[in-house]
C-alpha cells in the first residue's frame, strides 16, 4: 500500500531537503479553487531543475493567472526512487505532496536529446501510462503497468485518479529546445507539444483547458481545440509517411505548426530560493533572447530569434529587487550571447554601484571574447572575481569562418590578453572537433592556439596564463545549415588521440574531452523520426538515465546499444558510428539534389521561422568559408524571421557608463555581538547544518541586518553556529551569534531576523554579548537531549530503568575512533555522559521504543556525545539490538565566560 510522502522524507534518504516543497518563493494555493491544476517538472535531480530559469519564470506566471495552480515535480534521485518502488508510492508533486496522477496538466521540460529516458522515469514512478495511446485506453494492463504490477494499481479507479477524472490521465507534454526542434522521436509519449517560448503559450492553454473542463469535453475534444492553439503540436493528429516525414491525418489542423515567441519579463525571474546548493546558485536574470550571430553549429541561435533585448531600466529593478528579496550573494545575467546585450557594461556597473557594499558578485555566461573589454573586466572584477569563459570554437580561422564564428585571431588574442592584464590567471575556453570540412591541421591548430595565446600573454613578473579547455564533439542539429551532415564517432575517437599528444607537454593546460558515446546517441536520437519511440522506451527499460552524468555512462551507453540493437535500426546507428555522408566531400556543390537537400525531413512540419532554403543557401556559403554578418548591427540576411509571426530584432543602443565606485571592501568592524536561541522543527529538521549556514546568511541580507564580514580573500558574514545539529534531528535549544558593525536595539533584530526565517526555525530569545567574551562555540560545554530508542523485542519498563541504573553505574564503555588523520583513538563514552534518565516507555508503539533523557558532552574539539553513541553504550551493555527513531536536542549549555 502506498504510504505518505512525510514518511518517505527521512534522513534515511540523501538530502531530503530536495523534496519539501516550502522554500522561499514556494507558491501554496488552495487546491480546492483552482480550476486547472498544473505540475511542471524537470526531468532531472532537483539540483538541477529548481536552477533552470526557465522552470523558474513558467512556475511564477502560472501561478500568476486567476483559478489555476502549479505545482513542481523533480526526477527523484536513485535512493528515494528506489523506496517509491517498494512501498509502491507514486512520485508527488512537492508543495501539495500529492500524486501526480491528481493533476489536470504535466508538463516536461525537453531541453536535451537524452533526456527522455528521465521523463519515462518519471511517468512510472507516478504510475502514469507512457504513450498518449495507453493513456487514451484508461485502463490499467499488464504492459503499461511498468514496474508497479496489476496487484498494487490494478484497483485504481476514476476517483484515485484525482479531479481530473473527465480526462483520465492528466494531459502530459513536453517544451523546450529539444521538444521544439525536432518533437517526432519522442511523440508516441506526448498528448501534445508546446513549441517555443512558453510565456504567453501556457496561460493560453491554460484557458482552454478551463473552458474544456466546464464545457465537459474529452479528452480528444479538448486536445482537437488545444491544436488550434499557435504554438501546440498534437502528434495524434498527425502521421508520419514512410520518407520520415509527418502530415495532418485530418483537415482542421495546421499543415505546419508555428513556433511561439515572447518577450523576456525579467520580474518572473524572481522566485525560488532552494535550501540545498543548487547548480546555478544565484539570482539569474535575462537580459536578451535570441541570438543572431548565425553560427552555423547552433541550434539555439535558429530557434531563438529574431533577437530581443531587455530594457536596461528593467534589468536593473529586478536585480536590485531581487537580491533584496532573495538573498543571494551572486547574481548572473543571462544571454546566449551576453556581450552583444549593448548595455551589459552600464547594468552591470549600476548594479555593482548600487550594491557595492553588500559583497555581491556578478558571474557571466560564456561570452565573445571580441567584446571584452575592461568596461566588462570592471563589473566582473573584485574580491570573488569570477571565471571567464571564450568559445572560439576552432582553431583556425578558416574553420571559424566556415562556421560562422566571425572572429579573428587577432580579436581572439586581445580579448584573451586583456582578461590577463586585468588580473585572471586562469581563461576557459571551448573549442569542437569533427566539424564540416575539418582537417587534420584545423584539430591539431586548436593545441596551437592555445601555446600561441599562452606565450602572447606573459606578463613580466607574473605566472603564466593558466588554460581550462574543454573539446566538444560536433553533433548535427535540425534547423541550423549544418543539418544535412552526419559525422563519425570513430573519427571523434582519432582526433581526440591527435590532440591529447599535441598537448601532452604543455604546461599549463588543463583538457576535458566530452565522452564520445555522448555525442553518438545525441546524434542519433536528435535527427531521429518515429520510429525510434520503441527505442528511447526500451533504453530506460534497460536502464538508460541521467545520461549525461559521468558516473551513469557506462550502464546507459549500454542500454542504449542493446535497444538499438532490437529495434532492427543497428543500420542507422552504424552510419553514424562511420559518417553517413559529408557535405564537405565532392566537387559539385551546387547539386543540391545529389545531396537530397530537397528531400523531406522528421522535422519539417514545424515552422521555426526561418526558411530552409536559406538553410540551404547557408550552407553553400560555408562550403566557401564564406562569412555572414549579424543581422542585429548590420544588414538583414534574409532567413524569413522577421514579420507579423515573429516579430523583429529589438536591439537598445548602449547607455553611458556610470563611473566606477570601485570594489567591495568588506566592514570587518565589530561593535556588537548577539546571542540567539533558536529552534530547528519540522521539515527544518532535514535541512542539513551546511545548508542552515546559507539560509541564515540569506536571511541576514534580505533583513538587511548590518553584519560583520571577516577579512581575507573570501570574505564571510560573521555567523556562527555553536554546534551542527545532526541531519533529522529537531531542537528548541540551538545557538548562533552575529557580530555587527552597527549596534541595534535587542527586539528590533529578533523582529527582523524572525520575519526572514521559516516558521519552524522559531527565535526564543536574543541578548547582547560583550564581544570580549569567547564566542558560544568555545563556550560550549554540554547538551540535553531526548532520545527515542527501539528495542527489538518488546522490553517492560522495569527492564529499561535497569539498563539506564547499569549504564550510569559503569565507569568505563570504550569505543574506538578514528582521528580525522586516520589514526585509531580509544576513548570512554562514559566519561561524557553526564545524565541519564528514562523518561517513558511507548509500549503502544510498534516497536516498543523508550524515551530517554541524557545530559552528555558537546564540545566543539571532538569531545561530544552523540545519541548514535548512546545507543551504543546499551548495546554493549545488553548485547542487544536497537534502533534510534528520533532525536530531539533540548539546549546547548555554555560553561562561564
Known amino acids: ?109 525537453l531541453s536535451y536529446e537524452l533526456g527522455a529516458t528521465n521523463i519515462l522515469e518519471m511517468l512510472d514512478l507516478a504510475g502514469i501510462p507512457m504513450t498518449w495511446r495507453e493513456r487514451e485506453q484508461g485502463s490499467w494492463g499488464a504492459e503499461e503497468l511498468g514496474s508497479w504490477g496489476a496487484e498494487e494499481l490494478g484497483s485504481w479507479g476514476a476517483e484515485e485518479l484525482g479531479s481530473n477524472s473527465q480526462f483520465g490521465y492528466p494531459l502530459i507534454f513536453a517544451g523546450g529546445q529539444t521538444a521544439t526542434s525536432n518533437p517526432e522521436p519522442y511523440a508516441d509519449f506526448f498528448d501534445f507539444i508546446a513549441l517555443g517560448d512558453g510565456e504567453e503559450l501556457l496561460p493560453e492553454i491554460g484557458l482552454v483547458i478551463e473552458e474544456g473542463k466546464a464545457a465537459g469535453l474529452t479528452r480528444e475534444e479538448l486536445l482537437l481545440d488545444l491544436a488550434q492553439v499557435p504554438g501546440v503540436y498534437v502528434p495524434r493528429f498527425y502521421d508520419m509517411a514512410e520518407d520520415g516525414s509527418v502530415h495532418p491525418n485530418r483537415p482542421d489542423v495546421p499543415t505546419r505548426i508555428l513556433r511561439r515567441v515572447a518577450t523576456p519579463i525579467p520580474a518572473y525571474s524572481i522566485g525560488l530560493v532552494p535550501y540545498i546548493e543548487t547548480v546555478h546558485d544565484r539570482l539569474k536574470i535575462e537580459v536578451r533572447r535570441g541570438c543572431t550571430r548565425g553560427c552555423r553549429f547552433c541550434q539555439p541561435g535558429m530557434l531563438t530569434r529574431p533577437a530581443r533585448d531587455v530594457e536596461p531600466e528593467n534589468v536593473v529593478e529586478a536585480i536590485e529587487q531581487g537580491m533584496r528579496a532573495t538573498g543571494y550573494n551572486e547574481f548572473s545575467l543571462l544571454s546566449l550571447s551576453c556581450s552583444d546585450y549593448l548595455s551589459l557594461p552600464a547594468v552591470g556597473m549600476e548594479i555593482k554601484n548600487r550594491l557595492k557594499d553588500e559583497n555581491i558578485s556578478l558571474s557571466l555566461p560564456s561570452q565573445r571574447v571580441d567584446r571584452f573589454d575592461e568596461n566588462i573586466a570592471n563589473i566582473l572584477g573584485g574580491l570573488r572575481q569570477s571565471g571567464l569563459t571564450f568559445a572560439p570554437e576552432a582553431g583556425t580561422q578558416r574553420m571559424r569562418d566556415v562556421v560562422n564564428k566571425g572572429l579573428t585571431n587577432e580579436e581572439l588574442l586581445k580579448g584573451v590578453k586583456t582578461a590577463c592584464e586585468q588580473g585572471w590567471d586562469k581563461v576557459k575556453l571551448y573549442f569542437m572537433i569533427g566539424l564540416p570540412g575539418e582537417t587534420d591541421i584545423d584539430v591539431l591548430g586548436i593545441a596551437e592556439t592555445v601555446s600561441w595565446l599562452r606565450q602572447e600573454c606573459r606578463i613580466s613578473g607574473r605566472k603564466p596564463l593558466n588554460f581550462n579547455i574543454t573539446i566538444s564533439n560536433f553533433t548535427p542539429k535540425p534547423h541550423t545549415p549544418f543539418q544535412w551532415h552526419s559525422v563519425s564517432t570513430s573519427e571523434f575517437v582519432r582526433k581526440q588521440e591527435l590532440l591529447r599528444e599535441a598537448f601532452r607537454k604543455t604546461k599549463g593546460v588543463k583538457v576535458n574531452y566530452t565522452d564520445v558515446r555522448i555525442s553518438a546517441m545525441e546524434d542519433f536520437v536528435g535527427r531521429g523520426d518515429r520510429r525510434l519511440a520503441s527505442v528511447l522506451s526500451r533504453a530506460w527499460e534497460l536502464g538508460a538515465g541521467m545520461d549525461s552524468w559521468w558516473e551513469s555512462l557506462d550502464r546507459a551507453f549500454a542500454a542504449w546499444e542493446q535497444a538499438i540493437a532490437e529495434s532492427d535500426l543497428t543500420w542507422k546507428y552504424r552510419l553514424v558510428d562511420k559518417g553517413e555522408w559529408n557535405v564537405m566531400a565532392g566537387t559539385d556543390t551546387g547539386d543540391r539534389q545529389n545531396r537530397a537537400y530537397d528531400a523531406p525531413l522528421p522535422w519539417d512540419h514545424i515552422d521555426t521561422g526561418i526558411e530552409k532554403n536559406w538553410l540551404i543557401a547557408d550552407l553553400q556559403r560555408a562550403l566557401e568559408a564564406a562569412t555572414v554578418p549579424d543581422c542585429s548591427f548590420e544588414g538583414c540576411s534574409h532567413c524569413g524571421i522577421c514579420g507579423t ?253
Not at 518563493?25 to 530559469?53: C, D, Q
Not at 508510492?89 to 521540460?109: C, H, K, M, Q, Y
Request: contains cysteine; charged residues 25%; hydrophobic residues 40%.
Open 1 to 109: 500500500m502506498p504510504i505518505a510522502v512525510e514518511e518517505l522524507l527521512t534522513k534515511a534518504i540523501n538530502k531530503p531537503a530536495r523534496y519539501l516543497g516550502n522554500e522561499l518563493g514556494a507558491v501554496h494555493k488552495p487546491w480546492e479553487t483552482a480550476r486547472v491544476r498544473w505540475v511542471l517538472t524537470y526531468p532531472e535531480i532537483y539540483e538541477v531543475g529548481a536552477s533552470n530559469l526557465g522552470h523558474i519564470i513558467l512556475y511564477n506566471i502560472l501561478n500568476a493567472q486567476p483559478r489555476q495552480l502549479c505545482d513542481r515535480a523533480y526526477l527523484p534521485a536513485p535512493d528515494l526512487a528506489a523506496q517509491l518502488r517498494e512501498t509502491k508510492t507514486p512520485l508527488f508533486a512537492v508543495e501539495n505532496r500529492r500524486s501526480l496522477r491528481d493533476f489536470d496538466i504535466l508538463g516536461f521540460s
Open 645 to 897: 509571426d515573429f516579430g523583429h530584432n529589438i536591439v537598445i543602443d548602449a547607455l553611458p557608463i556610470p563611473k566606477f565606485a570601485g570594489h567591495y571592501q568588506p566592514n570587518t568592524e565589530k561593535v556588537q555581538r548577539l546571542r540567539v536561541w533558536f529552534g530547528k522543527l519540522g521539515d527544518m529538521r532535514l535541512v542539513s547544518h551546511l545548508d542552515l549556514v546559507r539560509l541564515f546568511d540569506r536571511a541576514v541580507r534580505r533583513a538587511s541586518l548590518p553584519i560583520t564580514f571577516s577579512g581575507g580573500y573570501h570574505p564571510g558574514p560573521r555567523i556562527m553556529i555553536a554546534n551542527a545539529l545532526s541531519l533529522g534531528a529537531s531542537s528548541t535549544g540551538e545557538i548562533v551569534e552575529f557580530e555587527l558593525t552597527q549596534p541595534m536595539e535587542v527586539e528590533e533584530f529578533k523582529e527582523k531576523l524572525e520575519s526572514q526565517l521559516p516558521s519552524e526555525i522559531p527565535v526564543y530569545r536574543v541578548e547582547a554579548v560583550d564581544l570580549t567574551t569567547p564566542a558560544a562555540t568555545r563556550l560550549l560545554e554540554r547538551g540535553e537531549y531526548t532520545v527515542t530508542i527501539a528495542a527489538v523485542e518488546n522490553t517492560a519498563a522495569e527492564q529499561w530503568q535497569d539498563w539506564v541504573e547499569q549504564i550510569l553505574a559503569r565507569e568505563v564503555i570504550g569505543l574506538e575512533k578514528r582521528t580525522k588523520s586516520g589514526k585509531k583513538q580509544q576513548v570512554n563514552l562514559r566519561e561524557w555522559l553526564f545524565e541519564l534518565e528514562l523518561v517513558e516507555v511507548k509500549e503502544e508503539s510498534l516497536p516498543q521504543a523508550a524515551v530517554l533523557r541524557y545530559v552528555g558532552s558537546c564540545r566543539n574539539d571532538g569531545t561530544l556525545l552523540r545519541p548514535e553513541q548512546l545507543v551504543y553504550m546499551l548495546e554493549q551493555l545488553t548485547q542487544q539490538e536497537f534502533q534510534l527513531l528520533n532525536i530531539h536536542r533540548y539546549q546547548l549549555i555554555l560553561g562561564e565566560e
